[in-house]
């Protein structure tokens, strides 16, 4: 590798990182705000808060690292411009093709690097969110539990909660249905309060009542505090990638072999989609290089404001093409691979433009 390459890929290496953070940065407070409630009010901890988080974070860069690439190589190279460093490397007999060479072989590697998360990383955050999720309700049930809740699925107990406070996480109005195989009626446990520890509902100041085989009641009594144990409740919770964007490209092909010809449709949406974002940071690459490099003066305020709105329009134009294309109006091809095509008519007249 030419000095003038290794100099090139060390400049920009900050840059592309502030990039990726700034636009994973705007991300990251989305997620955060939709989970304001869980942290308030639900109590979750704040180290299942930044783990979470971080089982968030792969599907963000995937689509983050191409656009931070973008505005760091606008930035860099706009720097050149500004300390005539772009006028010194034409001068020394540098030419175009010299000077993108470095650029074109990282975005390559980028490029290879977010199919990598998409098909191997991005599936296992999911399953890792949800075991996760899984995990806090299993410790937290009435995380996982709501008014006027009817349960049923709990080993020989079905359960109806009538009110649960979320200041105290008390449950109320409580009525247990304890099942026995050797007789024909259950027992019934009437309780005014409930709360939960390790895994398990608590009810205090519980009556029971127990009924023969003619639906008579036999016997009557009382419990300081009686413990129905929420495990099983828990544990059938299946732990499987529902959402299309967390599957891989081989999940989806296999899924698609289950499903009609309309039910494929948003999976060969995702499947275009998850090939040509990726591929876009190679022409972003090179059309950084070729809006901030020249023979004149300019600022960050120019990068930044040109960078936005490329970005932006590819955004608009993937998710219009992406929703028509949804919707059967037009090719699935056409709709998700057009602003890839008009990148490449733009990076085309662009690298013309500048080589003469």
Same mark, same amino acid.
């Given at each position: ?14 840059? +592309? ?26 109590? =979750? ?39 005539? %460093?772009?006028?010194?490397?034409? #001068? ?88 026995? %195989? ?20 608590? =009810? ?40 299309? %964007? ?12 289950? $499903? ?15 090939? #040509? ?13 070729? $809006?901030? =490099? ?18 932006? #329009?590819? =955004? ?25 095509? +008009? ?14």
């Amino acid at each position: 590798m030419k000095i003038i390459h290794k100099y090139i890929i060390e400049e920009i290496k900050m840059p +592309i990182i502030f990039g990726i953070s700034i636009f994973t940065f705007v991300f990251i407070i989305e997620i955060i705000v939709t989970m304001m409630e869980s942290i308030i009010v639900k109590g =979750i901890s704040l180290i299942d808060i930044i783990r979470m988080l971080s089982f968030y974070l792969p599907p963000i860069l995937s689509q983050t690292i191409p656009m931070g690439m973008f505005l760091g190589i606008m930035l860099t190279f706009s720097k050149f411009t500004r300390t005539s %460093e772009s006028t010194a490397m034409y #001068a020394s007999g540098l030419d175009l093709k010299t000077i993108l060479k470095p650029i074109v072989c990282l975005s390559v590697v980028v490029t290879l690097f977010i199919f990598f998360l998409q098909e191997s990383i991005i599936p296992r955050s999911f399953s890792k969110l949800q075991y996760l999720t899984t995990k806090i309700a299993y410790e937290n049930p009435v995380f996982n539990l709501k008014d006027k809740t009817f349960i049923d699925e709990v080993d020989k107990y079905n359960l109806y909660i009538d009110r649960i406070d979320k200041k105290t996480n008390i449950a109320g109005g409580v009525l247990v249905f304890q099942n026995d %195989e050797k007789a024909k009626y259950p027992t019934v446990l009437i309780g005014n309060e409930a709360y939960w520890k390790e895994s398990s509902m608590i =009810i205090t100041n519980s009556i029971f009542y127990t009924y023969d085989e003619t639906g008579k009641e036999t016997l009557r009594g009382d419990f300081d505090n009686k413990k129905i144990p929420l495990t099983a409740y828990f544990d059938d919770i299946d732990i499987k990638i529902k959402d299309i %964007e967390a599957m891989s490209i081989n999940m989806m092909l296999d899924e698609m072999k289950k $499903l009609n010809k309309k039910e494929k449709i948003p999976y060969k949406v995702e499947i275009q989609r998850k090939l #040509a974002l990726p591929l876009s940071t190679i022409m972003l690459g090179i059309l950084g290089v070729l $809006l901030s =490099i020249g023979h004149h003066r300019s600022w960050k305020g120019t990068s930044y404001s040109l960078c936005l709105g490329i970005i932006f #329009a590819y =955004i608009v134009i993937l998710n219009m093409g992406m929703v028509l294309a949804s919707r059967e109006k037009i090719p699935i091809f056409l709709g998700i691979w057009t602003p890839n095509v +008009i990148l490449l008519i733009l990076t085309f007249y662009m690298y013309k433009y500048r080589n003469r």
